[in-house]
Each structure stands twice: as structure tokens, then as C-alpha cells.
């Protein structure tokens, strides 16, 4: 019996949440939990709430009973919080977390501030949807449920290229994909396909993006006037921060957007050992040890120059114990 048997047995009402801005993972496990209650849980009555997720989730089953509107004064039986390293992150959903009777919390973050009664924090794996799977009984895994597990993992692993990817993840994605799931549509249509804008923003960023400190670090930023001209909304920028972290040489790549003037959502990767989890902390942020984010205010000047120093000091250590090893 897992930690989500225990909660479950004998819960009436369930609202399960995700984080703000919600991606492939959160969406994937937010509505794979969604199609595992109503197999194995039948008793339970079951709400998504979130953030309009992309359109391109729609085939996920589930998709069109996601409420973007959250209770305000609701008291469910059962909060359980997905992907989501801290209360701050659930949004609008932080009103009716409050009031849920039990809270539980299922995330991979290594900034997770176990915030709930009980939080199950993986930060080894993958993705939520790793560590979700690893709470059910596989034998009530159905081909829909299977299908959202399957998007989270490979939306976090980049399709199975981060480090984050394991032979676990790889055993898991196999165990998924004999359930019969459309694995290959669900990486082309929700990874890889963009729009004819999409396209066009991702290449104006990469086009105006600028390396700084000897090279080692690039950036790029979309002004709002940027996304008005193109008709585009931040939706529209997956995937520009990977495209920049693979620049050859680079150790660090920054990609930010203008959320309100003035105001920068912040996406980091690293290629080495610098650990921008650490960094976003420190702004008030979050995430991975490789891939993190935060917002930050001031001019884009500002907010890269706040930033490069914190990446300069880790790179400068990291070159020092290299000599010490070396030396
Ligand atoms: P992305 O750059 O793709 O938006 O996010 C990379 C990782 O950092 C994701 O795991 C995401 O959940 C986390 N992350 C991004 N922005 C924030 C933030 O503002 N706060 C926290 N706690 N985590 C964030
Ligand atoms: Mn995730």
C-alpha cells in the first residue's frame, strides 16, 4: 500500500493542483492522476485545477474538464499538490489548498519546501509523472493514464536527453508504452511541433541572443512588445532556453521574457556542474540543479548583471577545485 493508496481510501472530494504556467509535466500528471482515480478510486470525486494549460495537451483525457477557475471557499477532502515545489507556486490554487482537510504532495524539485501533511519529493527522478507512477498499481494503469504519464516524462527529460533520464525512467517509458499508447504523436504533437510564430520568435531570440563572460554563457529575452508584434503569448517560447543551451561551449544559458514591463520570467540551464537551482533560489526562485527558473524586476541589464555575477562565482569555484584536483 503506497502513501496515495493510504490517502485515498475512503476520500470523498479531491482537488488536485499543479504549478503556475503549467508544462508538460504538470499537466501530464495532474490529468494522469485524474485517470487513475476514476479506474482505481471510483468513489472519489475528482477536480483539475489550473492555469489554461497549451492547447497542444488536448489530446491528454481529462483536458476539457480542467477548471481554470479555482474555488475560493471549497473545503475538499483531499489536496494533492503535483509538480509543485512550494505554496507560493499552487497560484490561485494556494485559497483551497488552505482549506482541504488533507494535503499531499507528489513533485521532483530539489527546492520542494514540503509544504503539505505528507510530501513524497523525489529529486532523483525524472519528473512528477516518475514519481506518481512509482504510487500506483501498475495493473490499473490504463492506455489514457498511461498516455499523460508518458507526456510528463518526456516533456521533462527533453525526450529521454537530460540527466535527469535513468534506466528507470527508461523501464518506466517502456512499461507505458505497452499499454498501447501513440507514443511518437505524443513527441512530435506536444515536443517538437511549433507553430509558423513559434518558429519565428524562437529565431528572432537565437538570431539577437548575446554570449557573455569569454563565452560561456549566452543569453536572450522577449520584450512584450516582442510577443504583441509576433501575436504570440509566453505558451509560444518552449523550447528557445534549450536551443540556447546547446550552443557549443556553452556552460550556462539564460532566457528571459517580459511578464509585465519591467518584469522578467526567468528560465536557466546548465551544462556542467553549475547548479542553477542555487541561483534561482537565491532570487526567489526554484527547481533543478540543470534547470531552474524565477522572476526578477529591474531592466534586462539589471536582471542579467544580478545574474552573471551569481553564475561567474560558480564558475570561478568550479575552475578552482578542477586546479585543485589537477594540481
Ligand atoms: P522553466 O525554465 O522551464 O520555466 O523551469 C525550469 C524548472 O524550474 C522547472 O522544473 C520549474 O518548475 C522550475 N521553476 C521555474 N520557475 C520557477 C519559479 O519561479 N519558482 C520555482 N520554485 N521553480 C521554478
Ligand atoms: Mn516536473
Known amino acids: ?59 491528454m483525457k481529462g483536458f476539457d474538464q480542467i477548471q481554470t477557475i479555482f474555488p475560493q471557499d471549497t473545503s475538499y477532502d483531499l489536496c494533492i499538490c503535483l509538480d509543485c515545489s512550494d505554496k507560493e507556486r499552487l497560484g490561485a490554487g494556494a485559497a483551497a489548498f488552505q482549506l482541504a482537510k488533507d494535503t499531499l504532495c507528489i513533485d521532483h524539485h530539489i527546492t520542494n519546501r514540503n509544504y503539505c501533511a505528507e510530501n513524497v519529493v523525489e529529486p532523483n527522478a525524472s519528473s512528477t509523472c516518475e514519481v506518481l507512477f512509482g504510487l500506483m498499481d501498475e495493473a490499473k494503469i490504463t492506455k489514457e493514464t498511461a498516455a499523460c504519464l508518458y507526456t510528463g516524462i518526456v516533456h521533462d527529460t527533453g525526450v529521454f536527453r537530460y540527466s535527469c533520464t535513468s534506466s528507470k525512467t527508461m523501464n518506466i517509458a517502456g512499461k507505458l508504452m505497452d499499454k498501447g499508447i501513440d507514443f511518437s504523436s505524443i513527441i512530435d504533437d506536444s515536443f517538437f511541433r511549433k507553430t509558423y ?33 509576433y501575436g504570440v503569448t509566453s505558451k509560444d517560447l518552449d523550447g528557445i532556453v534549450e536551443q540556447l543551451r546547446v550552443t557549443e561551449g556553452i556552460h550556462c544559458a539564460l532566457f528571459l521574457y517580459e511578464v509585465e514591463p519591467q518584469i522578467f520570467k526567468v528560465s536557466m540551464r546548465s551544462n556542467t556542474a553549475l547548479d542553477v537551482a542555487k541561483i534561482a533560489g537565491y532570487f526567489g526562485g526554484g527547481g533543478h540543479v540543470k534547470a531552474a527558473g524565477c522572476t526578477m524586476s529591474g531592466s534586462i541589464y539589471d536582471v542579467v548583471n544580478n545574474l552573471s555575477g551569481h553564475i561567474e562565482k560558480q564558475i570561478l569555484e568550479l575552475e578552482a577545485k578542477e586546479e585543485e584536483k589537477e594540481g
Request: include cysteine; proline fraction near 3%.
Open 1 to 59: 500500500m503506497t502513501i496515495l493508496d493510504k490517502k485515498l481510501e475512503g476520500t470523498g472530494t479531491v482537488l488536485i493542483l499543479g504549478h503556475v504556467r503549467p508544462d508538460g509535466d504538470c499537466v501530464g500528471s495532474c490529468l494522469g492522476l485524474l485517470n487513475y482515480l476514476e479506474n482505481a478510486y471510483p468513489q472519489t470525486k475528482a477536480t483539475v485545477c489550473l492555469e489554461a494549460p497549451a492547447g497542444k495537451f488536448g489530446y
Open 197 to 229: 510564430v513559434q518558429n519565428q520568435i524562437l529565431g528572432r531570440a537565437l538570431l539577437e541572443s548575446i554570449t557573455f563572460l569569454h563565452g560561456k554563457c549566452i543569453f536572450s529575452v522577449v520584450r512584450l512588445k516582442d510577443m504583441d508584434f
